[in-house]
C-alpha cells in the first residue's frame, strides 16, 4: 500500500485559525495541532504523502487510524480549501434567513417579524464565502427558519459546505417530515419553562408541541441543545425543568438572562433583575467543552450576524447598526467589525478575577443596563460571584 492510499474521515476538516486545526463537524470538537500534526494531515488531504514520509510520520499514521480520523479506504468528502483565516477569525455565522414566525413571543428581539426573506442567491454567496474563511458553525436562525419560503433549496446547499450546521426553531412545526430530511448535525429548540412558564412567553397549547418535537428529533439521531431564557413566570419551574432536560437526554442546555429589546419593550413584567437571573445562571445548565477563544478579547470576537435585511452585524441585537450590506463579501464586512477588548471593559480595570472566563458578558447587554459600551454586564457578574 502507498502511503497515498491514506484519506481524512467525511466528517474531518483542516481549519488554519488562530492555531492550526482539525474540525469534526460531527462531534463539535476542535483539535489544536501542532506543526507535525499539520503538516501530515495536510499531506494527507493534499494527497502528497510521499514513501520517505512513512517513517517520520509513522506515530500519527498509527494514532489517526485508532481514533477513526484517517482511514485506508477511498472517502467520499468535500474537500474546501485550506488558507490561512482572517485574525480573529470568524468561526460562527448567525444567518437570519426570514423574519417570519409562527408565534409572536412576549420577549423576542426581532420585534413585529413580518414577510422578510434573505434571497436564496445572497444565502448561497454566504455560505460559500463563510467556508472560504474556515468558518466552523453556521446557525440558522429567523423567526422561524422552516418558513422561509425557499428553505428546501436551502436545505439542499448545506452538504456541499465544509462546516457544522445547526437550526434554531421553535419546534413547533418541525413535523417528522422536516426531520427525514433535514441536512443539520445539530437543532436548537426553545424551552422557557414547563407548561404555565412556557405558554406564557410563547402563547397557548406550544408546550407539549415543543417537547415532542424534541423527542422526535432525538430520536432521529439528531443532536439536540435546548436553550431557556429566564422570566418571572418561570422561577419556580427550575428544578423541575432541569430534570425533564436532564432524562430527554439532550446535548446542551443554555440558559440566559432576558435583554431588554424587542418585543420585551413592551413586555416588561417579564424580565427579571440581574442578581435572581445571575444567580439561575450559575445553578442551571450545562455545555461541551467550548472552543479555545482569541485570548484579550471579548464577546462575540468570532461570531458575524447576517440579517434577513441582508445588513450584517456584531450580533443579532445589533440590527439598528449595521456593518454593511452581504453585497460587500463577508471578508469585507468582518474587516469592518469592531473587536471588543477586556483590557477596555471596565471589568479590566477593577481586576475582576473572572474576566477570563465570562469574557465581559454581553456588551448589548451591558449597554441596555448602563448606557456604556464598557460597563459591566451584572447579569455575568452575578453569575459568577462566589456565594458568601
Same mark, same amino acid.
Given at each position: 500500500m502507498s502511503l497515498n492510499d491514506y484519506y481524512l474521515k467525511e466528517n474531518f476538516f483542516i481549519k488554519l485559525i488562530e492555531f492550526p /486545526?482539525?474540525?469534526?463537524?460531527?462531534?463539535?470538537?476542535?483539535?489544536? *495541532?501542532?506543526?507535525?500534526?499539520?503538516?501530515?494531515?495536510?499531506?494527507?488531504?493534499?494527497?502528497?504523502?510521499?514513501?520517505?514520509?512513512k517513517e517520520e510520520f509513522s506515530d500519527l499514521i498509527n494514532f489517526c487510524l485508532e481514533e477513526g480520523i484517517i482511514t485506508d479506504k477511498?472517502?467520499?468528502?468535500?474537500?474546501? +480549501?485550506?488558507?490561512?483565516?482572517?485574525?480573529?477569525?470568524?468561526r460562527y455565522l448567525e444567518l437570519q434567513i426570514t423574519k417570519r414566525c409562527n408565534l409572536r413571543c412576549k420577549h423576542c428581539f426581532v420585534g413585529e417579524g413580518g414577510e422578510v426573506d434573505l434571497p436564496i442567491d445572497k444565502i448561497t454567496k454566504i455560505l460559500k464565502d463563510f467556508e472560504e474563511l474556515q468558518g466552523l458553525r453556521l446557525l440558522i436562525t429567523g423567526g422561524e427558519p422552516l418558513l422561509h419560503p425557499q428553505f428546501d433549496k436551502i436545505n439542499s446547499l448545506l452538504p456541499e459546505l465544509a462546516f457544522r450546521k445547526i437550526l434554531f426553531t421553535n419546534g413547533i412545526?418541525?413535523? $417528522?417530515?422536516?426531520?427525514?430530511?433535514?441536512?443539520?448535525?445539530?437543532?436548537?429548540?426553545?424551552?422557557?419553562?414547563?407548561?404555565?412558564?412556557?405558554?406564557?412567553?410563547?402563547?397557548?397549547?406550544?408546550?407539549?408541541?415543543?417537547?415532542?418535537a424534541i423527542k422526535r428529533a432525538i430520536t432521529k439521531g439528531f443532536d439536540v441543545s435546548?436553550?431557556?431564557?429566564?422570566?418571572?413566570?418561570?422561577?419556580?419551574?427550575f428544578d423541575k425543568l432541569e430534570k425533564l432536560i436532564k432524562n430527554l437526554g439532550v446535548r446542551e442546555w443554555t440558559v440566559d438572562a432576558l435583554t431588554?429589546?424587542?418585543?420585551?419593550?413592551?413586555?416588561?413584567?417579564?424580565?427579571?433583575?440581574?442578581?435572581?437571573?445571575?444567580?439561575?445562571?450559575?445553578?442551571?445548565?450545562?455545555? +461541551? $467543552?467550548?472552543?479555545?477563544?482569541? $485570548?484579550?478579547?471579548?464577546?462575540?470576537?468570532?461570531?458575524?450576524?447576517?440579517?434577513?435585511?441582508?445588513?450584517?452585524?456584531?450580533?443579532?441585537?445589533?440590527?439598528? /447598526?449595521? *456593518?454593511?450590506?452581504?453585497?460587500?463579501?463577508?471578508?469585507? *464586512?468582518?474587516k469592518k467589525k469592531k473587536f471588543i477588548l477586556l483590557k477596555e471593559l471596565e471589568c479590566s480595570h477593577i481586576n475582576c478575577p473572572f474576566i477570563n472566563e465570562c469574557f465581559g458578558g454581553c456588551r448589548y447587554r451591558a449597554l441596555t443596563l448602563s448606557g456604556k459600551q464598557n460597563s459591566k454586564d451584572l447579569f455575568k457578574c452575578y453569575q459568577f460571584l462566589e456565594e458568601k
Open positions: /486545526s482539525l474540525y469534526n463537524v460531527k462531534t463539535d470538537e476542535l483539535y489544536c *495541532l501542532d506543526k507535525k500534526a499539520s503538516e501530515f494531515l495536510q499531506k494527507v488531504e493534499r494527497n502528497t504523502l510521499q514513501n520517505k514520509d477511498p472517502v467520499k468528502r468535500l474537500h474546501p +480549501k485550506i488558507k490561512q483565516a482572517p485574525l480573529p477569525s470568524l412545526i418541525l413535523t $417528522e417530515d422536516w426531520l427525514n430530511k433535514l441536512n443539520v448535525q445539530e437543532i436548537q429548540i426553545s424551552l422557557d419553562g414547563i407548561k404555565e412558564g412556557h405558554e406564557s412567553l410563547r402563547g397557548k397549547n406550544t408546550f407539549d408541541r415543543t417537547l415532542s435546548v436553550a431557556t431564557v429566564i422570566h418571572k413566570k418561570n422561577l419556580h419551574e431588554l429589546s424587542g418585543n420585551l419593550k413592551f413586555n416588561q413584567e417579564f424580565w427579571v433583575e440581574p442578581e435572581l437571573s445571575g444567580k439561575i445562571m450559575r445553578k442551571y445548565g450545562f455545555t +461541551k $467543552e467550548e472552543h479555545p477563544k482569541a $485570548e484579550g478579547y471579548g464577546c462575540g470576537t468570532h461570531l458575524l450576524a447576517v440579517l434577513a435585511t441582508g445588513e450584517a452585524a456584531f450580533c443579532s441585537f445589533y440590527e439598528e /447598526s449595521p *456593518l454593511g450590506n452581504v453585497d460587500e463579501g463577508l471578508n469585507t *464586512l468582518w
